[in-house]
């Protein structure tokens, strides 16, 4: 996708069928926060969300943001651009965002069947995650720092959405794997034993999480900022080993090769058939 100079359309170019569009959509205070596939979710002048097929004009409009519902929180709109998130009985007292500086988003498309789901948070402060499905008309709450979660489950570090999965790395070195797929609330699939990488790497490196499409968790260390590399490899890959009950072993094992037939895109967290295999 690209963008001209002086234009408000785009130019796109499908690598399956190498052929280069021209859309006439006017993204002009567009704000696109993530996609799948060819389908992104996309943020309006006001704040709006919706999902786009950037190849055709098939739209779907999303819940308004204010329609988060939680015990916890509560957002309220002061403007196209301006939110009031109001924390219960929190002595901090309610805090103020510009909402297109902030807000990220994950989403999932099955290219079939149109089923989708959407998930936001606030980047600066992250205190909660919001989701939505198709057919849903307000978004559905994620905890992620309340008292009563375990410590290793409390925070984010990564993200990856893989279909109604999403699977969360925590700032104390765990995975926690929820699915969203259940009618009004998302079930903790992790267990008493979460995942567990093993802390020196994951603190003092620069990792994040991957999901193969066999739905396999590695986790991705880029070296590109030591300043002393043991070897001359400026990223290695990790698989979690076959002592995931031991609570207290090492858990990782250095992956060498992605296979003859995926290859790893790293912003999206996920690998795909069909573009260059064992690559990155």
């Known amino acids: 996708m690209l963008f001209p100079d002086g234009d408000d359309g ?11 569009y021209k859309s006439v959509r006017d993204f002009s205070g567009t704000i696109f926060l993530a996609n799948s596939g060819n389908w992104f979710l996309v943020m309006d002048s006001k704040s709006n969300l919706y999902i786009i097929d950037v190849f055709s004009e098939n739209r779907i409009d999303l819940p308004p943001l204010e329609s988060f519902q939680s015990d916890d929180f509560t957002l309220e709109r002061l403007g196209d651009k301006k939110f009031k998130l109001q924390v219960t009985d929190h002595h901090d007292g309610p805090v103020f965002y510009t909402i297109g500086e902030v ?25 909660f995650l919001a989701y939505c499905k198709k ?18 489950y409390r925070g ?29 609330r998302f079930e903790e699939v992790t267990g008493i034993y979460p995942l567990k990488w093993f802390n020196p790497i994951y603190y ?14 590695l986790m991705f260390q880029n070296n590109l900022d030591k300043k002393n590399i043991e070897s001359d490899k400026s990223f290695r890959l990790y698989k979690h080993g076959p002592n995931e009950i031991n609570y207290y072993d090492d ?10 037939e995926e290859a790893l895109l790293l912003d999206l967290g996920i690998t795909m058939p069909g573009i260059e295999p064992n690559s990155i």
């Open 204 to 217: 003092k490196t620069n990792c994040s999480i991957v999901v193969t499409t066999a739905g396999e968790v």
């Open 10 to 20: 785009c130019v796109l170019y499908n690598p399956d069928e190498d052929r280069i």
């Open 251 to 260: 858990p990782l094992v250095e992956v060498d090769s992605l296979g003859d």
């Open 156 to 184: 984010v570090s990564d993200m990856v959405l893989h279909g109604y999965f999403l699977y969360i790395a925590t700032p104390r070195g765990y995975i926690r794997f929820l699915d969203l797929s259940k009618q009004e």
């Open 135 to 152: 057919g849903g008309d307000h978004y559905n709450y994620i905890e992620i720092c309340c008292y009563f979660l375990p410590k290793e």
């Open 103 to 127: 807000l990220r988003g994950l989403l999932w498309v099955d290219k079939k069947t149109k089923e989708f789901v959407v998930v936001w948070f606030f980047d600066y402060n992250c205190k």
